[in-house]
């Protein structure tokens, strides 16, 4: 038997895997395919204070090996989640990551706040979203501002904080020292790049937002060299993601230098694919005498 | 949701119907046991990962006898011409049956269902359905010329005592020359002077003529149904990425539609 319980900055998982924020709602709508039990943890989909109404569409494109997204942080707001999916999830018995999004480091703050009574086991704090014009990447982007709302979350809660980074910036590196150095127990990476698909026979832009977040296989590689630096900055575990379709995908996150992994886009292809991956992850251990599956993170030879 | 289900279809034929029109039938009996008309499928076209997304498309005929869906679909970019490679054999996932279809309530008596292009497929299972409940049904079809007319046959072959079939064609090719919406419009006029009004339009088509359809029904006051096309990435509500506005807020063309009330659109 293959040990594959990690601990991820105090949020203990029974496996390595979870969902990423966005791809999955709360798990509800998958509940014809997965158990949610079985997963390491289920991150949902990211929640402000009182619900936002979304962006325009279209919202998605297909791209070579990926896709754009400008879905724009559509929420019913946290008492929704608190009200409907976080008791769904916990009669289900699953681990509950909740993604924390706002508009203002308050907003943060006040979500947060609302959680707290609430059987949540860990927050992902969204400072990496492309799509919105206030929040989200708009503070991911600066060490300062990620400092200042990670600072103000970390106040207002003692369970695990992860925070969530965007890769569109110079020096990932710097943001995740930030955090770290904020108080944050883990950090997870990475959002989607920013990008563009244009149609030509018309002129105009496949997304009604012009510009959306790219996630799939195509970002892959760049998620990798991202979380292998991260994991050489900072000493908190590190949430790995990107392209991940398959176990062997969630290995090479971890060689990397990954304590656990989200599957996002992958979940659309495959409704079924965060469960595969877990089972993925345990048929390479056994297949390669790997004993625990920690000992996998960071273990690169290069 | 519930009670959706990921099948493995295999395709059992592949034809070109029409310009860059298919008809593709597959073997997936437990799809063909459970779709009801205007639902579809969430198909995985290529385990290529160029493709990362799968394709929702709506199904044209089902038969629970022998296991067999129909789908009729259009080339219109590189993964539905990667699907016309595709050889009996061949197979593909589906999640199925998704979404809210067409509406089969007793008290439709009188019904004008009208089809754009490949719209005319999404409603031959209405069409079946509502014939077999002895409901009177006036099928509008329209197309770019007689050659792209491809559910016609199947329509003219259902035979109902109680099912008339008229059709319109750009070129004028086959049928009135216009469009179908024109058709649409002289029968909402002619019931309603009758004696005998329509109680139930339903369309699927480029939105345009289904707003136009829409706009006539709503003048005639007669109750409209439409199947609205998104892009689409998870097809089970998860993604938001089909939403559509609506009196209501935004509501997820797979799982609370395809087919909503034309009432209840903001479009």
């Known amino acids: ?302 | 949701m519930s009670g959706l289900f990921d099948e493995m279809g295999e395709v059992k034929q592949n034809l070109q119907v029409g310009p860059n029109l298919y008809l593709l039938s597959m073997l997936a009996p437990k799809t063909a046991s459970k779709i009801l008309p205007g639902q579809f499928v969430h198909m995985q076209i290529s385990t290529n990962p160029a493709h990362v997304l799968r394709r929702p498309f709506s199904i044209y005929a089902a038969n629970p006898e022998n296991g067999m869906i129909d789908i009729l679909y259009q080339v219109v970019g590189s993964g539905t011409r990667e699907m016309t490679f595709w050889q009996a054999g061949d197979k593909a996932p589906m999640i199925s049956p998704i979404g809210h279809g067409w509406t089969l309530s007793d008290d439709i008596h009188k019904a004008l269902l009208v089809g754009g292009g490949v719209g005319a497929a999404p409603l031959y299972m209405l069409c079946v359905a509502l014939c077999k409940s002895g409901v009177q049904v006036d099928v509008a079809l329209g197309a770019g010329s007689s050659n792209s007319l491809v559910c016609l046959d199947r329509y003219n072959e259902l035979a109902m005592p109680k099912l008339r079939v008229l059709c319109a064609t750009d070129d004028g090719s086959y049928g009135i020359s216009g469009f179908c919406t024109s058709i649409a419009q002289d029968a909402l006029q002619c019931a309603a002077d009758s004696d005998a009004p329509y109680d139930y339009v339903a369309t699927c088509g480029p939105e345009p003529m289904m707003k136009i359809v829409a706009n006539l029904a709503h003048t005639a006051n007669v109750r409209c149904e439409v199947s609205l096309e998104r892009r689409m990435a998870c097809g089970v509500g998860a993604c938001l990425s089909c939403v559509v506005d609506t009196k209501d807020g935004k509501k997820r063309a797979c799982v609370d539609g395809p087919v909503f009330d034309a009432q209840e659109l903001l479009w």
């Open chain 1, 1 to 302: 038997m293959v040990n594959m319980s990690v601990n991820l900055g105090g949020l203990h998982m029974k496996n390595p895997v979870t969902t990423a924020s966005g791809t999955f709602a709360a798990g509800l709508e998958y509940s014809d395919f997965i158990d949610v039990a079985a997963l390491g943890a289920v991150t949902t989909k990211g929640v402000s204070l009182n619900g936002w109404e979304g962006n325009a569409s279209p919202r998605i494109a297909e791209t070579p090996s990926g896709m754009l997204n400008s879905i724009g942080l559509q929420n019913p707001g946290v008492n929704h989640l608190i009200q409907n999916e976080i008791p769904w999830l916990k009669a289900k018995g699953a681990s509950v990551i909740v993604n924390v999004s706002g508009h203002s480091i308050d907003e943060y703050v006040q979500v947060i706040e609302a959680l707290e009574p609430h059987p949540v086991d860990a927050y992902e704090v969204n400072v990496s979203c492309p799509n919105v014009d206030a929040g989200g990447m708009t503070m991911g982007c600066s060490p300062v501002s990620v400092g200042q709302v990670v600072q103000k979350c970390r106040c207002a809660t003692s369970r695990p904080l992860i925070v969530k980074l965007t890769p569109n910036v110079g020096d990932i590196t710097e943001i995740a020292k930030a955090a770290e150095a904020s108080g944050a127990n883990a950090i997870s990476l990475i959002n989607t790049l920013l990008g563009m698909a244009i149609d030509a026979r018309t002129r105009k832009p496949k997304l009604a937002r012009v510009v959306g977040g790219l996630s799939g296989p195509a970002v892959k590689p760049v998620a990798l060299r991202m979380v292998w630096e991260c994991s050489h900055a900072v000493s908190v575990p590190i949430l790995g993601m990107g392209g991940i379709c398959t176990g062997e995908d969630a290995v090479e996150f971890m060689l990397a230098g990954a304590t656990a992994v989200a599957v996002g886009t992958a979940n659309f292809t495959n409704p079924h694919a965060s469960a595969d991956v877990v089972d993925g992850i345990r048929h390479y251990c056994e297949m390669y005498g790997v004993k625990d599956v920690n000992e996998l993170i960071g273990a690169l030879e290069c």
